[in-house]
C-alpha cells in the first residue's frame, strides 16, 4: 500500500472512531506549516467527515497568521467548519507575554510550559488528527521535552505534538482526553515535497524565502541562528519578549525570588545564547509548583 492510501486508511479509522467515541467528525489540529497542510490536503482527498481546529499561541509569525486565515476562509466556503482556540490560564485569557509574568521564569527547551498552554488545550474529549513526523526532528525525544508542569519526573508526559521516534499513527492521551491520529507519522521529508508539488499545495510563504520551519517566533527548540534569524526579521516580537521578561522580573521580587538577572534584557540575552542548565532551572519551577 503507497503512503497516500495508507494516510487515507489512518483518516478514515479516525473518522470512525470520532464518530463511535465522540458523535462528533475528526478534528484536525492546523498550525500553518507544511506538515498540517499536506494532513489537510490528504483529508479532504480521502473525503472523511473533519473539521479543523486552530490553537492560537499569540507568537506566530505574521505572515503564518495570514496564511492561516486565508486557508480557514477558503475550507469555510468549502462548508468545512474552522476553529480558533484562544489560550487561556487558570481560567483566564493569556498570550506569551502575559504568561511568562505569571510562571515567572523563561520558556526552555526542556520546559516549554508555553506549549502546554497555547498549543494544548484545545480538542479535549474529541479524536484529533495531527501532522507530526518521526523524520520532522528525531532529536527531539532525546531531549527529553515534558508535557505538563508535574513536580514528580517519573510522571512526567511527553508532548502531543513532538516528533518523537515513539510515536504511533493512534494514540491515547489519558491526560487530555483526546485519542489522537497521526497519519503521515511515518512519512520523510521527500514524501511531504514530492505531495506538495503533485497537489500543487499552497503553503506558507515564509517557506519560499527559506525558512526551513514554521512555528513559534523565537521557540527554545530551535538553534540559536535560527533564532536571531527571527528576531532580526521581527523585532517586535524580540521587544516584546524583553518587556514580557521585565515584568516576570518584578514579579519574581514581588514573590521573594531575587536572582542575578537585572533587566528584561539580561534575561533575553541569557534565554537567546542558552548558556545555561536548562535541568537547574526546571528543578527549581517544579519545586515552587509544590
Known amino acids: 500500500m503507497d503512503i497516500e492510501k ?57 505572515e ?96 502531543n505534538n513532538d516528533n518523537d521516534d515513539k510515536r504511533r499513527w493512534y494514540e491515547r492521551c489519558e491526560k487530555q482526553a483526546k485519542t489522537l491520529v497521526n497519519p503521515i507519522v511515518d512519512w520523510q521529508d521527500e514524501d511531504v515535497k514530492n505531495y506538495v508539488q503533485s497537489e500543487k499545495i499552497e503553503l506558507n510563504p515564509l517557506y519560499c524565502e527559506g525558512f526551513k520551519r514554521v512555528g513559534c517566533v523565537g521557540c527554545p ?11 532580526r526579521r521581527y523585532p517586535t516580537y524580540e521587544k516584546a519578549y524583553i518587556q514580557a521578561f521585565d515584568r516576570m522580573l518584578k514579579t519574581r521580587k514581588a514573590n521573594g525570588k531575587e536572582g542575578t538577572w537585572q533587566t528584561g534584557y539580561d534575561v533575553f540575552r541569557w534565554w537567546l545564547e542558552e548558556d545555561f542548565n536548562q535541568y537547574e532551572i526546571g528543578e527549581e519551577f517544579y519545586q515552587n509548583e509544590e
Open 6 to 62: 495508507m494516510a487515507f486508511e489512518r483518516l478514515r479509522l479516525g473518522a470512525e472512531t470520532s464518530k463511535r467515541m465522540y458523535n462528533a467528525p475528526l478534528l484536525l489540529c492546523y498550525s500553518g506549516g507544511k506538515d498540517s497542510d499536506v494532513l489537510l490536503q490528504l483529508a479532504i482527498n480521502s473525503g472523511i467527515d473533519f473539521e479543523v481546529l486552530h490553537n492560537h499561541t499569540t507568537i506566530d509569525a505574521p
Open 64 to 159: 503564518t497568521v495570514y496564511h492561516i486565515r486565508n486557508t480557514f476562509k477558503k475550507l469555510e466556503l468549502q462548508g468545512i467548519k474552522c476553529t480558533i482556540e484562544k489560550p487561556t490560564y487558570k481560567g483566564e485569557r493569556v498570550t506569551m507575554w502575559s504568561l511568562i509574568p505569571q510562571v515567572m521564569l523563561p520558556p526552555t527547551r526542556l520546559m516549554r510550559y508555553c506549549c502546554s498552554v497555547l498549543k494544548e488545550k484545545g480538542g479535549r474529549n474529541r479524536a484529533i488528527a495531527t501532522g507530526v513526523r518521526r523524520a520532522e526532528s528525531r532529536s527531539r525525544s532525546k531531549r527529553g521535552i515534558f508535557e505538563d508542569l508535574n513536580n514528580n519526573k517519573a510522571k512526567k508526559i511527553v508532548l
Open 221 to 231: 527548540l530551535t538553534n540559536k541562528k535560527n533564532r536571531y534569524t527571527e528576531f
